[in-house]
């Protein structure tokens, strides 16, 4: 009986430690929703489903201390509704990240970010107008544009050093025109017309200098904000994956584990089969 409860304990307090990870792959996309992919609310399942996991899982190594069998019960039926709850938020996040990606540029480093390249609700959320606008709104208020500008030995970049590049997905677009657009550079934030706009984008009109406005209207800036969720999303999703596998594993153990208690509590040995007391037969003489 020790040694399951034992078992049940060290299982419950690795999935603590695994509950910290989840919490942590949340934070960290809140952090970006604040800064960088301005849209605050797909993180919060998944900071749910953590703090979720941590507290069943504290009521689990309690349990498992003081054979406590309520609070034993409680988290092995809470944790499989967890556990279907981050297959269900898995599932969710490659789904409204499963389509759309950058487009190379020749002779460029970065990528160019298209708006019908996406599809979906998680489209339909970023373009509505009311929603766009509080976005817009996030990325200027967080400087991203601003904070591009670069020189070298008190030179400012030039255009040849700008276009090898690694841009982000906001940087390129909403930070800059779409480079069918033939604007020519004066420094990151700063482009003039050519000898006449080359590209037929409705991008091309909308973008302007005024540094409250760049890009930030054109559909180019939109496909950036959900190239940039689908990166972080898909980065946290593999997280999410082995952390799921390894859960599995833990509730199954534990499981196991607590069932082994029961038997041992029925005066029932593990792998063995009950033993019934033989009556003596009678002599007759």
């Keep these: 009986m020790r040694s399951s409860n034992h078992l049940i304990g060290l299982l419950n307090f690795m999935t603590f430690l695994l509950s910290v990870v989840i919490l942590g792959g949340g934070i960290w996309l809140s952090s970006r ?22 507290v069943v899982s504290l009521a689990g190594f309690a349990g498992a201390c003081y054979r406590n069998t309520f609070l034993m019960w409680f988290y092995l039926f809470v944790m499989f509704f967890v556990i279907a709850a981050l297959i269900g938020f898995i599932i969710f996040a490659y789904a409204v990240t499963d389509k759309g990606s950058g487009r190379p ?24 107008e009311g929603y766009w606008a509080k976005i817009s709104s996030c990325i200027r208020d967080s400087k991203t544009c601003s904070k591009m500008g670069r020189s070298f030995n008190g030179v400012p970049e030039t255009y040849d050093m ?10 390129s677009g909403c930070c800059k025109p779409p480079t069918d657009c033939g604007y020519v550079y004066v420094n990151e934030t700063l482009w003039n017309p050519g000898g006449g706009l080359v590209g037929s984008d409705l991008d091309c009109s909308r973008w302007s200098n005024d540094q409250q406005m760049l890009c930030y209207q054109c559909d ?4 950036g904000v959900l190239g940039s969720l689908r990166k972080s999303w898909r980065k946290v999703s593999v997280i999410n994956i082995v952390v799921l596998i390894l859960l599995v594993i833990f509730y199954v153990v534990g499981c196991a584990a607590f069932r082994n208690n029961k038997k041992i509590d029925n005066d029932e040995p593990y792998g063995h089969a009950s033993m019934t007391k033989a009556q003596p037969s009678r002599i007759h003489l």
């Design 33 to 54: 929703a604040n800064n960088t992919d301005c849209l605050k609310f797909l993180q919060w399942p998944l900071i749910v489903i953590g703090a979720s996991i941590m």
């Design 162 to 171: 700008f276009s090898i590049r690694k841009l982000s997905p906001i940087e």
């Design 105 to 128: 540029v020749m002779n460029k480093g970065y990528l160019e970010y298209y708006l019908p390249d996406y599809s979906g609700w998680l489209k339909d959320r970023v373009v509505d």
């Design 220 to 223: 180019s800036c939109k496909a």
